[in-house]
């Protein structure tokens, strides 16, 4: 989302490479029932979207603040990052927060690590026309 542009809204644009994903947060632009909020689509540039089609977001691990909307012109649901005062004062206009957890690292798996050959063969297995029925016969390791 966008903060307010001192001249009036800017036109929607799509994303150039010299502009970067990460917007800005929750600029409520129409007061009342059913806000606007301007965001920042991944595919159309700088949109309007309606306030309940977007969630404030706060990883309680890091602090770090972003959000999820609804694109309202290509239909993508998408997630952008926002400074933490923009995010709060979107909090403060009534915009949902959702909290959210880094992910965590999975228990260690034993056994050998998979190497570039294995890679390779595996590969070259899954090209033959076969490879299902082959794989399907292959017995697991603790059976043996």
């Known amino acids: 989302m966008t ?10 644009r799509p ?11 929750p600029s409520v632009v ?8 301007r965001v920042t689509c991944p595919a159309c540039g ?8 977007v969630v404030v977001r706060n990883c309680v691990d890091d602090e770090s603040w972003s959000y999820r909307a609804l694109c309202s012109q ?3 649901l998408f997630v952008g990052i926002t400074p933490a005062e923009l995010a709060l004062s979107a909090v403060a206009a009534g915009l949902p927060v959702e ?3 880094l992910p965590t690292r999975s ?13 390779l063969e595996l590969h070259l ?20």
Do not use: N
């Open 107 to 119: 228990a260690r798996h034993s056994g050998e690590a998979i190497h570039a050959i294995d890679a």
């Open 74 to 76: 290509c239909h993508t």
């Open 99 to 101: 909290l959210w957890s």
């Open 15 to 25: 994303r150039t490479a010299d502009r970067p994903i990460a917007s800005a947060l």
């Open 46 to 53: 700088i949109v309007r979207v309606r306030a309940d089609r």
């Open 125 to 144: 297995a899954l090209l033959e026309p076969d490879w299902f029925e082959q794989l399907a016969r292959v017995e697991p390791l603790g059976d043996r």
């Open 3 to 12: 903060p307010r542009h001192s001249r009036g809204p800017r036109r929607s």
């Open 30 to 37: 129409t007061p009342g029932p059913s806000p606007w909020v």
